[in-house]
């Protein structure tokens, strides 16, 4: 792991799905080892792809020094917003119509809000089944923000998540152009059906970089921590970056070190390691 300058704060970014959280559960050995680094002197942001809204429960209520969101279109810093990025109009009316020429279940991702067709929640329960305690628990992350409307062209939004269409990404893709992405889904299987698309030249090191330059920082003291596909290039632009054992093998050659997973509570040791305990 690269040697840290102890006498600087740091600026410690987490994705949240699979790092910082287990289904949107966070444990406690995460929450207090947030606490802790923060008491310390360091500075502590969640860095995702969920939308605001999209957020699990109270996972703010633990203390962060800001927020990005939306993989990089969203950024807050102690209440400040610094960027709302959104899909074009045009672009955005194109998505939609063709989501819906592929009968795909969609919700559009906005900071205040999740919006879809009539019949999306349903399809949404059916499409993500049931935990083991019979809740619906991936289902009831979008149903709690989850706006229906008959007219979906005026809607703005800054990601969208997709399942089950009936053409595959590449040709979702084909059809959008350059300036959509994509990354498969993190919530069921059928990866070359179902997924997330983005603005392509928007990216959560994007993000990171904007909350660096506002509190002054330097872009050594940058950690990020993550274990997506969406990561790469936080990972890779950090001081430190460092990705969750079991990762794709693209995000842990773009990493500096290997964390273990919330299952076990791997950033309690994690922060032990880079220092963050100590006061800066």
């Known amino acids: 792991m690269p040697p840290l300058s102890p006498d600087r704060s740091?600026?410690?970014f987490l994705d949240i799905d699979g790092t910082y959280a287990v289904h949107g559960v966070v444990p406690p050995g995460h929450e207090a080892a947030v606490r802790r680094a923060r008491a310390a002197g360091h500075r502590v942001f969640l860095c995702t792809g969920r939308s605001r809204a999209l957020l699990p429960?109270?996972?703010?209520d633990v203390g962060f020094d800001g927020l990005v969101a939306s993989a990089g279109c969203y950024v807050e810093v102690g209440g400040t917003l610094l960027a709302d990025r959104r899909f074009p109009d045009a672009l955005a009316q194109k998505v939609v119509a063709l989501l819906l020429e592929h009968d795909a279940a969609f919700v559009l991702e906005a900071p205040?809000?999740?919006?879809?067709p009539p019949g999306v929640d349903d399809r949404l329960r059916a499409l993500l089944g049931t935990g083991a305690d019979g809740e619906q628990h991936g289902a009831d992350d979008f149903l709690r923000a989850l706006e229906m409307r008959e007219d979906l062209s005026g809607t703005s939004f800054a990601k969208i998540t997709y399942?089950?269409?009936?053409?595959p990404w590449t040709a979702l893709l084909d059809s959008l152009g350059p300036a959509v992405g994509f990354v498969p889904s993190s919530i069921v299987e059928a990866h070359d059906f179902a997924g997330e698309l983005y603005l392509a030249d928007v990216h959560k090191a994007l993000g990171i970089e904007l909350v660096q330059r506002h509190v002054g920082?330097?872009?050594?003291?940058v950690i990020a921590v993550g274990d997506g596909i969406n990561d790469?290039?936080?990972?890779?632009?950090a001081g430190v970056g460092v990705a969750i054992e079991g990762s794709d093998a693209r995000v842990l050659a773009a990493a500096d070190a290997v964390a273990r997973g919330p299952h076990v509570e791997g950033l309690v040791d994690l922060f032990d390691d880079l220092g963050l305990y100590r006061s800066a």
Do not use: S
């Open 10 to 12: 740091k600026l410690v």
């Open 57 to 60: 429960p109270g996972i703010l």
């Open 112 to 116: 205040e809000g999740l919006y879809g």
């Open 163 to 167: 399942l089950a269409a009936t053409a």
């Open 217 to 221: 920082a330097v872009q050594d003291d």
């Open 232 to 237: 790469l290039e936080m990972l890779e632009y």
